[in-house]
């Protein structure tokens, strides 16, 4: 039997892992890495390049350079142009990238590689989660399942850890910020709450150092660095590297030339924590609604888990030290950690017998939870429209959840069905995902109940059932089409194109 890999498809990095000899491992890449710089490089008149190299020749043609492409998707307005006039949008960027590591998997493991194991956000909805599935049937993978990015760092710590308790699992990536807390027991893993924010992430801290080196160097009398797109690429690039340098010193210096004249800005660590300050505090803001959500208060957390490669600023550490009254657990790599969780999933989902193997502690089960509650509009009494929470946030998936709706009048014909995506009561502070005409069947009488199924996947998608209860008649099944992604002709016509693409 073929081996399926977990993939951990991030914002600015992505890792690929396999279960070997009944151990997670992480894969080197074709560049004899273990991080793949998720960037994409068009060339004039040829096939893209992915990765490192790519990643390298932003700086020169950063108009040909497509990054942090995870933050698009499932945006339709979104789309990029190569040189030669093609477009492209997010789901194929990520479909290149995913095809390179299937492409560098297989070479490492001497075989085809056809399944995979795909990480997202536990904070991604319907729209997103979807897109990334669309991503790698794009790429000619089959995709096993999608599992949330902390839930796989859970599964991952789990190999060395054999606690059981609640642990708080803070993943700071470099585009998106989740927390999650969980309940390990006996080899069974239950998420209790999850909730995120999928702009935050290691880019955010990255843009307030810029901004900040950037007017430094203006008030020097140089430049604008952001208006021009060499210059601003240059600068992402030496800002990032002393975002890092600055884990493990006091004190960097970013240096920029333009136009042959060098401009030294000298940056403390004390002074990036106060201009990253705000971002920060919006993840202690998300921890402490996930804890009130879940009734939980911090002497109940057992552990705390870091998860990201954000995660390595000593800032982030000391805030988790003050709120939980411990020091974050250690001994795992917070880069690989998600991709090992994949892989064991991906391992799971292929029934072989890794968790049958002497001295490992892998999960015998995953309960996740939804990231986003659902429902429908429906009138009140008062004849006003509102919003009515169906399957709530941090559900546990897969559910199934029924609520009866009746007729407004006699021999009613049809009904107007919707599905939400939000907590509020108010519809227009909810996302409508879909909205459709269902007929009914003639001569019901007023008040006749309509009974809707509602069930959430274990890859967080959604389905919804209607049925006559006064007939006992099933009406039909909602088949979410999702207008903002992808429909099944393009997502065929977009993997035969990817067929005869090279990606180097």
């Given at each position: 039997m073929a081996r399926a890999i977990g993939i951990d498809l991030g914002t600015t990095y992505s890792v690929i892992a396999v279960v070997r000899d009944g151990r997670p491992e992480i894969l080197v890449n074709g560049d004899g890495s273990y991080l793949t710089p998720s960037v994409v490089l068009f060339q004039p008149g040829g096939d893209p390049l992915v990765g490192e190299v790519a990643r390298r020749g932003a700086t020169e043609t950063p108009q040909d350079c497509v990054q942090f492409v995870k933050r698009h998707m499932g945006d339709p307005h979104w789309s990029v142009v190569d040189p030669d006039g093609q477009e492209y949008r997010p789901e194929q960027i990520s479909a290149i990238i995913l095809k390179r590591l299937v492409q560098d998997s297989a070479m490492a493991l001497g075989e085809e590689v056809r399944d995979v194991v795909i990480t997202v956000p536990a904070y991604f909805d319907d729209l997103r989660r979807t897109a990334t599935r669309h991503a790698g049937e794009i790429a000619g993978v089959d995709v096993l399942r999608l599992v949330n990015e902390p839930t796989a760092a859970a599964v991952g710590y789990g190999i060395t850890q054999r606690e059981s308790g609640l642990f708080l699992i803070y993943d700071l990536g470099g585009g998106t910020f989740d927390v999650t807390i969980l309940r390990s027991e006996k080899g069974e893993f239950e998420v209790i709450g999850t909730d995120g924010d999928r702009n935050l992430g290691g880019f955010d801290f990255d843009n307030e150092l810029m901004q900040h080196v950037s007017t430094v160097v203006r008030g020097m009398g140089g430049p604008e660095l952001t208006d021009d797109l060499v210059l601003e690429a240059d600068l992402r690039d030496k800002c990032e590297l002393a975002k890092r340098r600055l884990s493990t010193a006091d004190h960097t210096i970013v240096t920029v030339v333009v136009g042959g004249r060098r401009f030294r800005v000298g940056v403390t660590r004390a002074e990036f924590e106060a201009m990253t300050s705000d971002l920060l505090e919006r993840t202690e803001i998300i921890i402490e609604g996930v804890l009130a959500d879940a009734g939980l208060a911090w002497d109940r957390i057992d552990q705390v888990l870091l998860v990201g490669g954000s995660t390595r600023m000593p800032m982030v550490r000391e805030l988790v030290q003050r709120l939980s009254g411990r020091a974050p657990a250690t001994g795992v790599n917070p880069d690989e950690v998600v991709a090992?969780?994949?892989?064991?999933?991906?391992?799971?989902?292929?029934?072989?017998?890794?968790?049958?193997?002497?001295?490992?502690?892998?999960?015998?089960?995953?309960?996740?939870?939804?990231?986003?509650?659902?429902?429908?509009?429906?009138?009140?009494?008062?004849?006003?429209?509102?919003?009515?929470?169906?399957?709530?946030?941090?559900?546990?998936?897969?559910?199934?959840?029924?609520?009866?709706?009746?007729?407004?009048?006699?021999?009613?014909?049809?009904?107007?069905?919707?599905?939400?995506?939000?907590?509020?009561?108010?519809?227009?502070?909810?996302?409508?995902?879909?909205?459709?005409?269902?007929?009914?069947?003639?001569?019901?009488?007023?008040?006749?109940?309509?009974?809707?199924?509602?069930?959430?996947?274990?890859?967080?998608?959604?389905?919804l059932e209607l049925i006559d209860d006064a007939n006992h008649r099933h009406l039909g099944e909602i088949d979410l089409d999702r207008p903002l992604n992808l429909d099944r002709a393009e997502v065929d016509r977009m993997r035969h194109e990817m067929r005869d693409l090279e990606v180097q």
């Open positions: 090992l969780g994949a892989a064991i999933v991906a391992d799971q989902a292929k029934a072989q017998a890794s968790a049958s193997i002497p001295g490992l502690a892998v999960p015998t089960t995953i309960q996740d939870v939804t990231s986003q509650a659902l429902g429908t509009t429906v009138l009140d009494h008062a004849g006003q429209v509102f919003n009515d929470i169906i399957i709530p946030r941090n559900s546990s998936i897969p559910c199934l959840v029924e609520k009866t709706y009746v007729t407004v009048m006699t021999d009613q014909r049809t009904m107007l069905v919707d599905i939400t995506e939000g907590d509020s009561d108010d519809p227009q502070y909810v996302a409508k995902l879909i909205e459709r005409e269902v007929p009914l069947p003639p001569g019901l009488p007023r008040q006749a109940p309509i009974r809707h199924v509602m069930r959430y996947d274990v890859d967080g998608l959604i389905h």
